[in-house]
Structures are given as C-alpha cells and as structure tokens.
C-alpha cells in the first residue's frame, strides 16, 4: 500500500532554513508527483508546490518562490521540502502527499515546523 | 490563481440531517475539483474527486455534484463520525489552491 512517512518535528530560529522529507513506500516512486501542501496552526491549507520524480522537474506557488527547494533522491525513494529565510509565520505542519489524477491523493502524516527565536 | 469560495465556513446539524456545503470557484475548472476530510491532528483525506467520484471505500452518504464554477458537497445523513473540517481544492490549474473550509459539528 502507499506509505509517505515524514521527519520529525523542528524547531528554527528566524532566518533559518528547515528540510523536511518523505519517505515513499508502496508504489513506483518516480511514476507520481508529491506535492507540499502546508497549514498554519488553525488556518486552512496552502499549496507550496510539487516535484516529478522521474526528472526532477518542479513548480513552486509564486508565494514561495525563491525561498523553498524541492528535491528527492530516487535511489531511497525519499523527496526533500526545504524551506529557507524562515520567518515567524511560517510556523505550521507540512505536509507531502503523492498525485493521482493531478491532485494530492496520498498524504504523508504531517511535520510540525515550529519558528521562534 | 483561481479562487475558490468555500460556504458556510462552520455549521452545526444533527445526526441524521442532510448537510450541504458550497464550492465556487472564480473561472471555469473544468470538474477538476477534489473534497476532502480532515479531522483534529489528521491529514486530509480525499472523499470525492473529479467533482462527483466517490474515492474507493469512502461510505456512500457522501457526494459531490456540480460542474464549470459552482459544486456542491452533500452529507445525506450525518454521523458523529464525520464531525471534521471539509476542503475544496480545484486542480484544474497552477498554484493548486484550496476553499477556506468549512468545519461541521453536532447540535
């Protein structure tokens, strides 16, 4: 069965940079985007971006980019959300979640980011 | 980015009532619209996709309807099970974006 299982929780200090991953399990993994998609505490959800697999190819929400890095290694199956010049605001829990169909299907179980000098 | 109008953003119903919520999005999404699920410390869950298609294994009072700009999300009867928070999501075009979300509760 399809399995992304994430990194633990974080705490960073403003202006630092955070790196969250994603362990896929249960299909094949370059076949499918994973997509980030990450909500604020008690706010609705926002999607950062995605990455194909096979290529390596991505696209970012105009919002994050230049600050946040998609990447995955193939040979452990695991994709990689870095996030840098991090500010208060963008403390919130951080979801992968592999495509079906052009759309998050399968999620991860979420990462707490915490941001806070 | 494509808008998506989420209403009511909260309800409360009984058990057993019917319970509709709204999607409406700002142009044309061609029924690329997904609903899902998300209860307290949870992912999100995929219920419906493609507007009107129930995920495999998802129960049968659920559904979707709608097309173009203007979906709907229906519980036929509601249980305690779902008391949860429901998200559209268009993925017609990039940035994939999300409706506000509308928590639903027991009276």
């Known amino acids: 069965q399809v399995q992304l299982v994430q990194s633990g929780a974080e705490v960073k200090k403003p202006g630092a940079s955070v790196k969250v991953s994603c362990k896929a399990s249960g299909y094949t993994f370059t076949g499918y985007y994973i997509h980030w998609v990450r909500q604020a505490p008690g706010q609705g959800l926002e999607w950062m971006g995605r990455?194909?697999?096979?290529?390596?190819?991505?696209n970012y929400a105009q919002k994050f980019q230049g600050r946040v890095t998609m990447t995955r290694d193939t040979s452990i199956t695991t994709a990689y959300m870095e996030l840098g010049s991090l500010r208060s605001d963008d403390t919130a829990v951080y979801y992968c979640?592999?495509?079906?169909?052009?759309?998050?299907?399968?999620w991860g179980q979420g990462t707490l980011v915490t941001v806070s000098s | 980015d494509i808008q998506m109008t989420q209403s009511p953003s909260s309800l409360s119903a009984s058990v057993g009532d019917r319970v509709t919520i709204t999607c409406q999005a700002s142009?044309?999404?061609?029924?690329?619209l997904n609903w899902y699920q998300q209860k307290p410390g949870k992912a999100p869950k995929l219920l419906i996709y493609d507007a009107s298609n129930l995920e495999t294994g998802v129960p049968s009072r659920f559904s979707g309807s709608g097309s173009g700009t203007d979906f709907t999300f229906t519980i036929s009867s509601l249980q305690p099970e779902d008391i949860a928070t429901y998200y559209c999501?268009?993925?017609?075009?990039?940035?994939?974006?999300f409706g506000g979300g509308t928590k639903v509760e027991i009276k």
């Open positions: 979640a592999r495509d079906q169909g052009l759309a998050p299907h399968y």
């Open positions: 990455i194909i697999p096979n290529s390596g190819g991505t």
């Open positions: 142009q044309d999404i061609n029924n690329y």
């Open positions: 999501q268009q993925y017609d075009n990039l940035p994939l974006t």
